[in-house]
């Protein structure tokens, strides 16, 4: 009994007054425990609750819930619950403890409570019921629950933050104010090629990093603890081998009292961009073929180089190159051929030079050289001379030998105004990297303007500078003659130099200049080639001459109508490479023969030894379609060039026209007698009709006569004319033999 009861170990009166205290207590309980605590019989019906019971189930008063049991409170399924644990616990004597019952309704609210139920005996220790102390832990759970979510939550961003660190591409790390590393994440372990093991705890320069690097970088990292201000830091040091450049934050990381705890570094590593940064950089001042500099690059040094020249009494050379013949390779072995020439050459031209001088290629076929702290000209001269002998070697691609040469001009510049430098040759200190590139252009113009193919150097000279000025108001001038039909035809008689009868005639261009008068083509076809003006004045001519032709004929015509079988004039004209290079031409001249209703077998088109050494390939198949539509062929100023007799075979060429150069010299020199001979001999057992150019003298006509030269034409027949002139004298002469041929 003391068991369950405190009065079990008292007195009478101290019973009594204990007894009481029990009531006072229990009704203290009962009325003022926050808790609910209610007492029930074997039936579970209420014998007793607290107010707080009443109260959370909303009943009128304690008393009013005695007899009543949980199914007239509670919803019937919580009841139901409570019931079978209090039958449980009177089955079994044993209590239930921390009964957490969710979603338990009461009125309008859902609650959490927390129940202990006990069974309720008598003093004996029989079990006369149940009784149970219930706690609302709604809010508490509530709060547990949102501090659950909460936790979660900041195990997500704790997880994601991770995952970001560990991923970034980024260099991240933190210190403390030891410097001493705390956290590194992968990519800075990766950057550093250590292990995050081999780094946290030491400081950078406990890893090695070398002394001057680190001194930097920790003064900087100093400097945030001090300040508490972040810091963008710019460093670079060799890591694995290379260089890397980094753009670092450094982050204070505060703790409660201000004061800088740690520091975070985030860097990134801007080595790659660096890296694309510089070359191009590096492009924009280099060719991309040869890996040569580029204009660009070579003005900005030769104006440098002038800068440092002023008062200096050495001398500067800008060598300016154009390769010969390029054209030629490019468009008959193709372009890669082309480009394996031009990196050839390049590394031959730096092979060339001295290793403080500046090598250049401007685009296509043209390069440049620049030489600072020369002693005398001839040292630019003798660059000149190991070029040219450099490049004598042939080239190799593909199996095939290509041979070039260079032309190349050079301007000078000293660096002090030499008064006696009479030549003019050398520009003053004041010259520019522009001035200089055209002076020694314009230098090379005269080079390639020898016109033998082969090469070779001059220096600017202020004859040259002339000629350059004087080519530009031609070009200027050009443009405008051909649409204000300034341009004349002149034309030579051909003849049969054994019958001495009329052949033809060759159309000979000249200008009628406003100011300068009648000029001769060797004053603008030039220039009219080089700046492609000479496919619409070709063309001028073709038709020019073939309308003049055309009228000869008529004539021709009407005064042989006995003989019809009398051959008709015919008419040379002069084309130039260019013209042959547009595939178009073939066509232009069939079409102008159409109109005039002319044979074309009237018409022969001369083109140069030369002109067809440097024709592009298409040029080939040009004259073959001329030859095909019936037009002759022409090989004009033969002996001039380089052709050989197996190339002759190859061009579809029906005339061998001997150059004057031969011609002049006949009857005086015995070994140009016999190569017009061979000539003639060669042409004769390949079909040609051979034509001596430059006839003067007596003694020239006879000996090509007798050598079997078939035609020819020059000052001893007659200089060119106009054509009425021609018509009057040398057509009019012709038609007078007519008769007597005939008869
Ligand atoms: P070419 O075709 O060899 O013409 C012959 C040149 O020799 C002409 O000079 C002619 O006047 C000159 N000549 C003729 N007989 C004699 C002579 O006995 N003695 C001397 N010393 N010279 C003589 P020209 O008219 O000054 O023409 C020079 C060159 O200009 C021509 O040489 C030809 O290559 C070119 N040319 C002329 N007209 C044209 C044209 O319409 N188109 C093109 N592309 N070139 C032309
Ligand atoms: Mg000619
Ligand atoms: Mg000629």
Redesign the pocket.
């Known amino acids: 009994m003391a068991k369950y009861g405190l009065v079990g170990a008292m007195d009478g009166t101290e019973r009594t007054d204990s007894a009481r205290l029990d009531q006072i207590c229990l009704f203290n309980l009962l009325s003022a425990c926050a808790d609910t605590i209610y007492f029930k019989d074997l039936e579970s019906r209420f014998i007793r609750v607290s107010q707080s019971q009443a109260d959370l189930i909303g009943a009128e008063s304690p008393t009013a819930m005695v007899g009543k049991t949980d199914f007239d409170y509670f919803s019937p399924q919580h009841a139901a619950e409570a019931f079978a644990y209090e039958r449980q616990i009177i089955r079994t004597g044993r209590p239930v403890t921390d009964l957490h019952e969710w979603n338990v309704r009461i009125g309008d609210r859902e609650c959490v409570l927390s129940s202990t139920k006990q069974p309720l005996r008598d003093f004996s220790g029989r079990i006369i019921g149940t009784f149970g102390i219930t706690r609302d832990i709604t809010a508490r759970k509530h709060t547990e629950r949102e501090l659950l979510a909460k936790t979660h939550e900041l195990e997500r961003i704790g997880r994601e933050l991770r995952t970001l660190l560990e991923s970034s591409p980024d260099p991240m790390a933190r210190m403390d104010r030891d410097l001493r590393y705390t956290y590194v994440n992968p990519a800075a372990t990766a950057l550093a090629g250590l292990e995050a093991a081999d780094i946290l705890g030491r400081t950078s320069s406990e890893l090695g990093f070398p002394e001057d690097y680190t001194r930097g970088w920790e003064s900087a990292l100093r400097h945030v603890l001090a300040t508490g201000e972040p810091a963008d830091v710019e460093r670079n040091l060799v890591l694995g081998g290379t260089r890397r450049f980094l753009e670092s934050r450094i982050v204070p990381e505060f703790d409660d009292d201000g004061q800088v705890r740690s520091l975070l570094v985030v860097s990134r590593d801007l080595t790659e961009r660096k890296r694309i940064e510089e070359t191009l950089a590096e492009q924009a001042v280099r060719d991309p073929l040869t890996g040569l500099a580029n204009r660009r690059l070579f003005v900005e040094r030769t104006n440098r180089a002038l800068a440092a020249l002023e008062g200096a009494d050495t001398l500067l050379a800008v060598l300016f190159l154009d390769l010969d013949r390029f054209k030629v390779v490019n468009d008959s072995l193709g372009h890669a051929a082309g480009d394996a020439l031009l990196v050839a050459v390049a590394a031959r031209l730096q092979a060339a030079a001295r290793r403080t001088d500046l090598v250049a290629r401007f685009g296509g076929d043209e390069f440049a050289v620049l030489c600072e702290r020369l002693s005398r000209r001839e040292d630019a001269a003798a660059l000149a001379d190991r070029i040219n002998r450099a490049l004598t070697e042939p080239i190799r691609h593909a199996g095939q030998e290509i041979h070039v040469s260079a032309s190349i001009g050079i301007a000078t510049c000293c660096g002090v105004a030499t008064a006696d430098s009479g030549s003019g040759s050398e520009s003053g200190p004041a010259a520019d990297a522009d001035a200089l590139l055209r002076d020694a252009d314009a230098a090379m113009y005269q080079v390639k303007a020898r016109g033998n193919g082969a090469g070779g150097h001059l220096f600017f000279t202020e004859p040259i500078r002339e000629q350059a000025v004087s080519r530009l108001a031609v070009e200027t001038e050009l443009r405008l003659a051909l649409e204000r039909g300034e341009f004349r035809l ?1 034309y ?1 008689p051909i003849y049969a130099l054994r019958q001495r009868r009329l052949i033809g005639a ?4 000249r200008w009628q200049h406003p100011r300068r008068g009648l000029l ?3 004053e603008f ?1 030039p220039v009219a080639e080089e700046c492609g003006l ?1 496919v619409p004045i ?1 063309l001028w ?1 073709l038709r020019e001459a073939c309308r003049t032709l055309a009228a000869w004929t008529r004539i021709y015509h009407r005064a042989h109508a006995a003989n019809p079988a009398e051959q008709a004039p015919t008419m040379a ?4 490479v260019r013209q042959i290079a547009d595939s178009g031409f073939a066509d232009e001249v069939a079409a102008v023969l159409r109109r005039h209703r002319l044979e074309p077998a009237q018409l022969s088109l ?1 083109i ?1 030894e030369t002109a067809v050494h440097d024709a592009p390939f298409s040029a080939g198949t040009v004259l073959k379609a001329l030859c095909e539509l019936g037009a002759r062929i022409a090989l ?2 033969f002996g001039t060039g380089y052709s050989s007799l197996m190339h002759l075979r190859q061009a579809p060429v029906d005339i061998l ?1 001997i150059d ?1 150069m031969f011609v002049s010299e006949l009857g005086r020199l015995g070994q140009d007698e016999a190569i017009v001979a061979a000539v003639i001999g060669m042409a004769r057992a390949l079909g040609m009709t051979t034509i001596g ?4 003298t007596a003694e020239q006509y006879r000996r090509l006569c007798e050598l079997g030269c078939d035609q020819g ?4 027949f007659s ?2 004319m106009t054509a009425e002139l021609f018509r009057a004298t040398h057509l009019a002469q012709a038609m007078r033999a007519a008769p007597d041929t005939s008869a």
């Open positions: 002149f030579e060759e159309a000979l261009i001769p083509p060797a076809i000479i070709g001519v004209v002069n084309l130039s001369e140069t004009d100023d026209k004057r150019e430059g006839i003067e034409q020059g000052y001893l200089p060119p």
